[in-house]
């Protein structure tokens, strides 16, 4: 029902001003219920976390409900493994559900509504070919037109109804229709589908059925069951509205006509009891999200998947929450990025480089410090001890004294950043170079006394001499030096693999691909880059997976969910760089 922390507070967009206005005619006496109903055909992706975010965060703020629902009314589509990917997605943005229904758990009623729709006149079994029923169904122009089977008497269509349910016709020999009208402006209208035949085993009810209903019949439906007071939907489905309101209105009047029900009392006792055919749901659509450099359709993103050009749904260049969530971003980040971009019905495309400055300066704060050198040069103090090694205690945070510190290993032989080091320096460069003298973070000031090359002119090793009164990296009243840098132990050190991602896409669009291409020939090869030669402090040895940090200078990091193993193989994938490229945007605006 609620989230975890305590709810910000927020502006007030259309959808809760719809609320405080019906709170204050009392118009469900002062309930909110809402819901959020994926269909289990996929992982959820970040435009579900603003949904997520907003029917969840609704619940909370005004003290009411929301059910985490799942509309599974295709067979052929839909696992198990979807449905649990799904609950630990909402747990993890820090969402708790009140109940957590399927529409497969009211297949029964809706199938004794489907033959209460035919009883009453209002639905009929059309044997045309799904060709034709497209071609009949005219245009925005031109009114459809009628079935020849649209005029079917109720004990016929009754009887071809149960032979569908008792399996007795093939997938597609013929599909029961809402009778509504044919004119209708809306092309929804045109006598939409309300169930279909699918011979296929379901996930939960196993071969059970063999017809199943459709989403439109379905989901007002749904809703007016579980009591839904405020059905909130994406804009894309601001067009099938009508058939929701017309689906419940029906069942409203049929609601009124007990003997329909006949040997099926027990059902209209128990629709009629329901709040939602009382007080019934009205639903409000908002616009979807959209990101730069991504796409969020679910059909992309299973391509994306089996045609292996990520290496799963949770891949960490994937748009998916659970994606999102082995890179490294936090259940925050999501909340405080859902919550800026806000709730209106005009498209717009947010810049992917907010999502990141949200994980920043979430990461910001909770992150520990510590050092690790992903493309390293030998680096060796020529008069600091062989056998010597001296510790030093680092704060885990600059901040915070509450994070505690660690302790660091300091040998003559180090590893440095290979960028960290040039033989010609420029002016501005204030690292390594000849004749210079650097910090080394926390340890010691070192002087560059040489360095040697292979027969390419990369660099090999470079030589040094410490300033034993520089210990801890400051010297009292001494000279001054600009440059700072990390570095590990190369003898007390731990090698480990970091993995570098970028945005999967080469361009801001890829759903608007040139003539003769299609998304997927925009994915930049080079979103993922594994180095396996890096070395990190022996503090990171027993890093659980999952676990935020800093690297000291080189971004924001997090053990790998999967393939990090403490003590074993260290794997770190980068959430995100320290440059705040979103700051850097907004700086440009107000120009």
């Known amino acids: 029902m609620s989230t975890k922390p305590d709810a910000p507070e927020k502006g007030k967009d259309f959808i809760r001003q719809i609320i405080d206005k019906d709170n204050e005619t009392d118009k469900y006496g002062q309930r909110v219920h809402t819901r959020f109903p994926p269909e289990p055909n996929g992982y959820l992706h970040i435009g579900h976390a603003k949904s997520i975010c907003l029917n969840f965060g609704l619940a909370r703020e005004y ?12 067979p052929v589509k839909e696992e198990m493994e979807y449905v649990d990917s799904i609950r630990q997605d909402v747990e993890w943005l820090g969402f708790e559900w009140d109940a957590n229904p399927f529409a497969s758990n009211y297949f029964e009623r809706l199938y004794f509504i489907a033959e209460l729709f035919i009883k009453m006149g209002m639905a009929y079994v059309d044997h045309q070919s799904a060709d034709k029923i497209r071609e009949n ?8 037109i009628n079935s020849p089977y649209r005029d079917r008497t109720v004990d016929e269509n009754l009887s071809l109804f149960r032979a569908m349910k008792a399996g007795e016709m093939a997938d597609g020999e013929c599909i029961l229709r809402g009778k509504i009208d044919m004119t209708a402006p809306n092309l929804m209208l045109r006598d939409p589908a309300l169930y279909r035949i699918k011979h296929a085993t379901h996930h939960r009810t196993g071969d059970t059925w063999c017809i ?7 989901h007002g439906l749904s809703d007016a069951m579980e009591g839904i007071t405020h059905s909130i939907c994406t804009m894309e489905f601001e067009n099938n509205r009508p058939v929701y309101d017309w689906c419940v209105n029906t069942l409203m009047k049929g609601l009124k006509q007990p003997e329909l029900f006949g040997e099926n009392a027990t059902i209209y006792e128990e629709l009629a009891a329901l709040p939602g055919f009382n007080q019934r749901p009205w639903q409000y659509e908002f616009a979807r999200l959209n990101i730069t450099g991504t796409v969020l359709s679910k059909r992309k993103l299973i391509q994306l998947v089996q045609e292996g050009h990520v290496s799963g749904w949770d891949d960490p260049r994937m748009p998916t929450i659970s994606g999102f969530r082995r890179r490294g971003f936090t259940p925050e980040s999501i909340r405080d990025f859902c919550d800026r971009i806000g709730v209106a019905k005009a498209a717009s495309t947010v810049e992917y480089a907010l999502l990141e400055h949200c994980v920043r300066q979430d990461l910001n704060d909770r992150a520990a410090r510590y050092m690790g050198v992903v493309d390293p040069v030998k680096l060796v103090i020529e008069n600091y001890p062989d056998d010597q090694v001296d510790e030093f205690e680092m704060a885990l945070h600059p901040e915070y004294e509450s994070y505690g510190t660690r302790t660091v290993p300091f040998t003559k032989e180090l590893w440095i950043e290979r960028a960290d080091f040039m033989e010609n320096p420029p002016k501005k460069f204030f ?10 973070r926390g340890a010691y000031y070192v002087l560059c006394t040489g360095y040697d090359t292979d027969e390419n002119g990369t660099i090999t090793e470079i030589r040094a001499t410490y300033d034993p009164e520089t210990k801890g990296g400051w010297l009292e009243g001494g000279r001054k030096v600009k440059g700072t840098m990390h570095w590990v132990s190369a003898t007390k050190g731990i090698k480990a693999e970091v993995r570098n991602y970028t945005n999967l896409f080469s361009i801001d669009n890829p759903n608007a691909p040139e003539e003769g291409k ?16 890096c070395y990190v402090e022996p503090a990171l040895a027993t890093m659980a997976p999952g676990t935020n940090f800093q690297f000291e200078r080189t971004g924001y990091f997090c053990a790998d969910s999967k393939d990090h193993k403490p003590g074993e193989k260290l794997v770190f994938n980068r959430t995100a760089t320290l440059r705040d490229s979103w700051a850097k945007i907004q700086k440009q605006m107000k120009k």
């Open 431 to 440: 690292r390594m170079g000849p004749d210079r003298e650097v910090r080394l």
């Open 137 to 144: 169904r005219g245009t925005l122009k031109e009114p459809g």
């Open 212 to 218: 199943y209903p459709m989403y439109d019949f379905t």
């Open 63 to 74: 003290g009411g409900k929301c059910n985490l629902r799942f509309d599974d009314t295709n």
């Open 518 to 533: 299609t998304f997927v020939d925009y994915i930049d090869p080079n979103s993922q880059e594994i180095l396996t030669e």
